[in-house]
């Protein structure tokens, strides 16, 4: 199976990744978490993007193309993946297309402005696993802490209120075109969930739609 998650951010991807791929046992391939994964070793590629990153832009086509082709290729990629935060322009999902990977799913996540403020107002992550807490509606046991490991939870330097603005005005401009563009792609199923009940429930619509099919 292999499936992409398409949204604003705060639509919910990160934790319906988590979901799909704990339930579907395949890989989820976030270009965020890879570039902040970047950024966080000092890597040449990291100090470009943890620039951009912060003032909420995209970083080139060029370089996320290539990064998710390369991380495609990997092993664990061959029962299928999870694309989260690509492609985030029609270039980068005209990319994909011409590559001989094949989609069986984009399911498009939406949600209304409120909503994704409150939503990563309080969001916390696991940085080594991308893990996702809320201060609210998905605390971990224990405040600040991961539940698995035990190691701390930090906040994204790009969830304050000013840089999730430009996020979302960058969305709309350079993002949403990609929803058009597979609505009208021959080959894939296409999917719109409405994502403003609790992460169970989307999980349950989730499952609803890619649960039932037979996939190697
Ligand atoms: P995310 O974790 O998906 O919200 O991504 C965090 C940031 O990484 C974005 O705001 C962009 O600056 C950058 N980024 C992630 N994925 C992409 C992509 N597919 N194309 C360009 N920039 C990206």
Redesign the pocket.
Known sequence: MRLILLGP?GAG??TQAQHIQEKYEIPTI???????QAAHDGSDLGLQ?KQ??A???????D??IKL?QERIQKKDCERGFLL??????VT?AIALTNSSIVIDYVIAMHAPDTIILERLSGRWIHAPSGRVYHEKTKPPVKRGVDDITGEPLVQ?D?DKESTVRK?LE?YRVQTEPVIDYYKNLKGIIFVEIETTGTAQEISQQIDKIIGKVQWV
């Open positions: 951010p991807k990160g976030s270009t965020g978490e890879m570039l902040r993007a951009i990153m003032s909420g832009r995209l970083v080139s086509d370089i996320i998710v989260d935060g690509f492609p985030r322009t980068q994204r790009d996020r960058v």
